[in-house]
């Protein structure tokens, strides 16, 4: 037994989290920057956050993550980060040459009460700053919300860019939220045929899957750039997917720039999908494409070819709130039953939204924000569930509990594909069915007695 | 920024390849790294002085952790059956969460933490309001759901600087407890300038809370405590083995699948071999000083260097019966890594390699790469100080810097009862004579070539322009550096936790490295990097069918 210490009975914690189902918030504003175009992520705090962020980026994305840090010591720590970060800034320049260094807090740059506005006007005052480049940061603090906040404040930060030049670009602005990068290509791609043109920002694809070639480039070919994220000011309106991680910008962007939006759900599975494509079409104005209605068809096909397979099996799922939103609903859309759902975010509003999808399921449902998989295996030992979803760290209660584990989420640090075979959308649909029934059916085959071992599933 | 190593390998002066390195810096960053960029002249005892232990500039891409890295995650990471709580926000304890591939064996007791995270996760209101009541809480918590034998506390960054007193919480904590040794490390990242500095925090509370708890005296003839060693991908487990065969009782490991008893014991062993000097040399000068036991550099990477070490170990006790064991095992192990060394031999002779890694570890590893033929043109530490480079002579004429001083020097004294000089003056003296080396570390560059370059702290920039412009066929240093590195169609092999793979030490690990070295510099997939149109785009017409 892995978790050997994980007893059945649960008593009530009040201060002390075991295996955490979130992180820290700089990480999530790191992945965001860097779906920037020619962006270099900055930490401002010591160095272990960014050492710690950057080798966790790199082991679930095997891609090489830049990023500096201010690199505080003592004296920094006591005196305020201004001169550090002064000095970041022209190194960086002068050293990397990125278009735009993106800056996020840490905690201790947050305790300290640093303020990023006012350095940032220090730096250009000073020259520091070379012409046609950029600085711009968020606030992350990590003792207030989880990754999950530091992305959305991160992107929330992106829409400063945006400019109003009174004369309207007709595109669409599209928010995707923390996907993996297949995933960002994929809303794209489904943008681009339903006859829509988009701006999507952060866009991590075509920089956490680039190609080996012998050839290292510091700053990727893809990213949002600069000049998009300008125009964003002009867009017709924003589609925010997912109320966590990308609600704050699109409202910001409507404050500031009158560029109306619409939150959704992060397009995972039949109907999220389905209400995505729709709102891509009104807003556009045009008939869906026959591809794209072939490519649900093609989804919903799978559905019932081997619905009696995801009849009322019951899943335990750990992530983050717009995925797990997403994702309850799609299995219960197709009549599997999550029984156990956490995630260590923060917010009560994911309590209710998930009580309200699963209302009429046929089993009890364990649902908590600000969560943890101590709690959840704890969940899973008073009632075993069928299959697991969510990170690499549930491998642990997968192998203790011989439960099948589909992997999906953040971190991902043993298996590979997650970037390049996107999850969302009807394409990225057919794929968690596919990965889904793959976990079922090899345990089916494993487990069944010899007499009723079938050749045709 | 985009570089490609397309260009062939030129004769490089090394002198021009600093100079390249240095170039593209302001100038106040190019002077600091100019001290740290050394020409090695392999001059016995002569070395130039290299600048180490020094802060990172910031806004540079560095390679370097934080001081609670050091401290959680490597010293106290290993240890299996304490429970390590993270007194901070989340983030700190998520990410020092099974990261390092310590392998761990939970024994007979069946105590093992090591799979769990735990963290106070503060919230705002406990950095504005203090965060100690939630810290009470915390520890409550954890000894009532496991009972452990002891709790210990970690502070992160914002811990210090809120003014939690974390040692008076553990202090009550284990007053109020009575069957749980809790304690805490002031480890917060800001403090020091790399790991190094939370090796020492960490290494001083358990010389101060846990060394000496434990007088039962272990059975065993050869006593040891192996110092320095974590247990990454199972080298310690490997150690152990030959160990076993050797007839050596391992009292305890520093600190790769250590137990709680280990480091309360390790007073009763009667000699001290140390492996990663950078991390744990101090250890073994205060348990010399306090307890009288003597200590010894040895190095379990490389099989010879692994012989050797058996050797010195043997010598130490000098019992014949004990240095013909000693033998014995060697001549059994070796036929097995001779034989796997001339497999791969004609494959990896005259390859080059550059290593950057750790405190110890790009110099250990030399010893594997000259067993294989390779020839290492650079290398440096990631967070050493000058001894490491240039040797233990250079000690007494360091300089104590601002960040040095804030890391507590532990003042240690002998024992009242339990001091016990191991060996007499007279035997110390005798032994000394004989060639046996106490309290001696050469450091890394007088094992290195003429003309080599030993860099200190190399960030991404220079790695990827000492790639560019030497081209070697390996490149060895931790996860961050890895994909820019393959990127540009060199193997690299993270000597951190080894990516995937080991036990790396000892004789059986001689040979998995061996074979994992040969797989990475002879893979065809560094010949896959042009598609056949890119290397021949010549057309001869349109729709013509050849
Ligand atoms: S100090 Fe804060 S920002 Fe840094 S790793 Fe810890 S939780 Fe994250
Ligand atoms: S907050 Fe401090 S202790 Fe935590 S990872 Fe960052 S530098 Fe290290």
């Known amino acids: 037994m892995l978790l050997r210490h994980t007893p059945k009975e649960i008593t009530e914690r009040k201060a002390l989290v075991i295996n955490p189902a979130k992180t820290c918030q700089p990480i999530g504003a790191m992945y965001a920057a860097l779906g920037i175009h020619g962006c270099l992520p900055h930490s401002h705090g010591a160095q272990g956050c960014c050492a710690y962020h950057r080798s966790a980026l790199t082991r679930h994305y095997k891609e090489p993550i830049s990023a500096s840090t201010s690199s505080f010591t003592e004296g920094a720590s006591v005196f305020g980060g201004h001169s550090n970060l002064l000095q970041a800034i022209n190194n960086i320049f002068t050293v990397y040459e990125p278009e735009v260094i993106a800056i996020h807090t840490t905690c201790l740059s947050e305790t300290i009460g640093d303020d990023l506005k006012q350095i940032r006007t220090k730096a250009q005052k000073e020259g520091k700053i070379p012409a046609g480049k950029y600085v711009f940061g968020a606030s992350t603090p990590s003792y207030v919300g989880s990754h999950v906040t530091g992305f959305s404040n991160m992107v929330k930060a992106m829409t400063e860019f945006a400019e109003s030049t009174g004369k309207k670009n007709g595109k669409v602005n599209i928010i995707p939220g923390w996907v993996e990068p297949a995933d960002m ?3 794209k791609r489904m943008a681009k045929l339903t006859g829509v043109k988009s701006i999507l920002f952060p866009d991590t694809s075509g920089v956490l899957n680039t190609p080996l070639t012998g050839e290292y480039k510091m700053f990727p070919d893809g990213g949002t ?10 867009s017709v309106g924003t589609l925010a997917l997912g109320e966590w991680c990308s609600a704050d910008a699109a409202i910001e962007l409507d404050k500031k720039n009158k560029v109306p939006c619409k939150v959704l759900d992060m397009p995972f599975g039949l109907k999220a999908t389905d209400r995505f494509v729709d709102a891509l079409r009104k807003i556009a104005g045009v008939t869906v494409s026959d591809e794209l209605a072939l490519e649900r068809g093609q989804l919903v096909d799978m559905i019932s070819d081997m619905h009696e397979y995801f009849y009322h099996k019951k899943v335990a799922l750990v992530g983050d709130p717009d995925q797990l939103i997403a994702m309850t609903e799609f299995l219960v859309s197709i009549d599997i039953c999550p029984v156990h759902i956490i995630t260590g975010t923060p917010g009560k509003k994911f309590e209710k939204r998930i009580r309200e999808i699963t209302r009429d399921m046929p089993f009890e449902v364990n649902v908590k924000a600000k969560g943890d998989m101590f709690l959840l295996h704890q969940w899973i030992k008073n009632d075993p569930v069928d299959l697991l979803m969510g990170n690499t760290y549930c491998k642990y209660i997968a192998r203790d509990e011989d439960v099948p584990l589909v992997r999906w989420g953040f971190p991902i640090l043993d298996r590979q594909g997650h970037q390049y075979f996107p999850t969302v959308g009807y394409k990225g649909g057919l794929r968690l069915l596919e990965k889904i029934l793959a976990a079922l059916l090899d345990r089916k085959d494993r487990d069944d007695p010899e007499i009723k071992f079938e050749l045709i599933l | 920024m ?12 090394p002198a021009d390849v600093k100079a390249e390195l240095l170039s593209k810096y302001p100038p106040k960053v190019a002077r600091k790294r100019a001290k740290q960029i050394m020409i090695n002249e392999a001059l016995e005892n002569e070395t130039p002085e290299i600048t180490a232990n020094v802060r990172t500039t910031p806004g540079i891409i560095t390679m370097r952790g934080c001081t609670y890295a050091g401290c959680k995650g490597v010293i106290m990471g290993p240890t299996r059956d304490f429970v390590n709580i993270v007194h901070g926000p989340i983030g700190c304890s998520f990410y020092a969460w099974l990261t390092r591939r310590n392998q761990t064996d939970p024994g007979s007791d069946g105590e093992n933490y090591m799979p769990y995270c735990f963290s106070t996760d503060m919230q705002d209101s406990d950095i504005i309001f203090g965060g100690e009541k939630k810290l009470t809480q915390a520890i409550q918590e954890a000894y009532d759901q496991f009972h452990p034998k002891s709790i210990s506390i970690f502070a992160t960054c914002p811990v210090g600087l809120i003014g939690d007193d974390i040692h008076t919480v553990a202090k009550n904590m284990k007053e109020k407890f009575g069957d749980c040794n809790v304690f805490a490390f002031s480890c917060e990242g800001y ?24 007088n039962e005296e272990k059975p065993g003839k050869y006593k040891i405590n192996l110092l320095g ?38 007073h009763t062993a009667d000699l001290n071999v140390v492996m990663c000097h950078r991390s744990i040399n101090y250890v073994a000068d205060m348990l010399e000083t306090k307890y009288g036991i003597p200590w010894i ?11 050797k070490s058996l050797r010195k170990i043997a010598e130490y006790f000098g019992d014949k019966e004990f240095i013909d064991r000693v033998e014995a095992v060697i001549t059994e192990e070796m036929p097995a890594v001779e034989a796997a060394r001339e497999e791969i031999l004609p494959r990896t002779e005259g390859k080059t390699a550059m290593l950057f890694v750790g405190g110890s570890r790009a110099h250990h590893y030399q010893e594997l790469f000259k067993e294989m033929g390779m020839k290492i043109i650079s ?19 360091l300089k104590l810097d601002a960040d040095s001083r804030n890391i507590e020097e532990l003042k240690v004294t002998a024992d009242e009862t339990l001091y016990n000089p191991r060996k007499s003056p007279e035997e110390m003296k005798a032994m000394q004579e004989a060639g046996v080396k106490f309290k001696h570390y050469e450091g890394m560059a007088p094992d290195m070539d003429q003309g080599t370059l030993v860099i200190d702290d190399l960030n991404q920039y220079e790695a990827e322009k000492l790639v560019e412009l030497l081209k070697p066929d390996l490149f060895c240093a931790g996860i961050k550096e890895k994909y820019s590195i393959q990127k540009l169609g060199v193997p690299m092999k993270q000597l951190h936790s080894y990516d995937s793979g080991g036990p790396y030490a000892g004789f059986k690990g001689a ?5 994992e070295i040969d797989r990475l510099v002879n893979s065809k997939v560094w010949s896959y990097m042009k598609a056949p149109w890119q290397e021949n785009p010549q057309l001869s017409a349109a729709y013509v069918w050849e």
């Open chain 2, 379 to 397: 290398a440096g530490y990631e967070f050493a100080h000058r001894d490491d480079y240039e040797g233990r002579q250079v000690l007494p004429h």
């Open chain 2, 229 to 266: 060693e974590y247990n990454i991908g199972g080298d310690g487990f490997e150690i152990n083995r030959i160990f076993k065969k050797c007839g050596i009782t391992n009292i305890a490991t520093f600190s790769g699948n250590s137990t709680y008893d280990q480091f309360a014991s390790c």
């Open chain 2, 511 to 515: 040979i998995n490295f061996y074979h």
């Open chain 2, 191 to 214: 403090k020091g300038v790399s790991q190094s500095a939370g090796h020492h925090i960490a290494n001083n509370q358990i010389f101060r809370h846990v060394v000496g708890e434990n």
């Open chain 1, 225 to 234: 750039t600069v000049a998009e994220l300008k125009s964003t000011g002009d």
């Open chain 2, 297 to 307: 550099k040895i190095n379990f990477i490389g099989s010879e260097a692994t012989a």
């Open chain 2, 2 to 13: 985009a570089t490609m190593t397309k260009k062939k390998l030129v004769q490089w002066d």
């Open chain 1, 185 to 187: 290509e994929e809303i």
